[in-house]
């Protein structure tokens, strides 16, 4: 069955750096875009970033532009979210995701079950 | 960007009907999806191109759509569908849209 179990959790200052890994299991990885969706604590999803098969394109959401980059290595099914100039508004869960489309949006069919950065002094 | 607007809280009987909106411009130009998140769990995908059901969804969960407006409707509602519920659609008119997400309504089983 689908598995994506995420990795990477972890209490980061600001202005520091954290890697976040998503290893997917269960159907042809490289036959699907993958997202990251974020939780803060009490609130609601947010979109993180998408990236498309083959790694070529690749989508942000204003709030991370500039400062997170989206991966993939398809050899190892794992998805990457590489973090930069951390704040303390980038506090949340962190959720892998599977996307299929849905005419030209993507949404969700299978999530990990997150893991957890805070981003404290 | 395109926002989606979620009613924060909706309640109601055991058996009875429970109806969560989501608007926004860009519907009536993008499929809309349903989320449910139960506490300490990720979403779980329960609605996608606006009326469909993933294999496992029961029947009781079904989703329309009305110019602006999309509605989640879970009928003879139990206890166990207690949770946050998500609507998600596009974020751009052009391709490959961006994803955007209400803000969630919080379902309570009285």
């Known amino acids: 069955q689908v598995q994506l179990v995420e990795s990477g959790r972890g209490v980061v200052q600001p ?4 890697t976040l890994s998503c290893t997917a299991s269960g159907f042809p990885f490289n036959m699907y875009a993958m997202h990251w969706v974020r939780q803060a604590p009490g609130k609601g ?9 083959y790694g070529r394109i690749k989508y942000y959401a204003d709030s991370v532009k500039g ?3 989206i991966s993939r290595d398809n050899s190892q099914n794992t998805l990457f979210l ?3 100039s951390l704040r303390a508004e980038d506090t949340a869960m962190y959720y892998c995701a599977r996307a299929s489309l849905g005419g030209t949006t993507p949404y969700f069919d299978f999530w990990g079950r997150g893991t957890l950065v805070t981003v404290s002094s | 960007s395109f926002e989606l607007t979620q009613p924060p809280s909706v309640s109601v009987s055991p058996g009875q009907t429970a109806r969560i909106t989501c608007s926004g411009d860009i519907l009536p130009r ?3 999806f349903w989320y449910q998140q139960k506490p300490g ?3 779980l995908l329960i609605i996608y191109q606006d009326t469909e059901r993933p294999s496992g969804i029961p029947e009781r969960f079904s989703g ?3 110019g602006t407006t999309v509605t989640l409707t879970i009928s003879g509602v139990q206890a166990e569908d207690e949770a946050d519920y998500y609507c998600q659609s596009g974020d751009s008119d052009t391709t490959f849209a961006y994803a955007v997400f209400g ?3 919080k379902l309570t089983v009285l």
């Open chain 1, 15 to 18: 202005g520091r750096s954290l």
């Open chain 1, 45 to 53: 999803l947010e979109w993180v970033a998408g990236l498309w098969y």
């Open chain 1, 67 to 69: 400062r997170f980059a």
């Open chain 1, 82 to 84: 590489q973090m930069n």
């Open chain 2, 30 to 32: 993008q499929y809309t």
């Open chain 2, 41 to 43: 769990q990720a979403p």
């Open chain 2, 64 to 66: 329309s759509r009305s």
């Open chain 2, 103 to 105: 803000g969630g309504t």
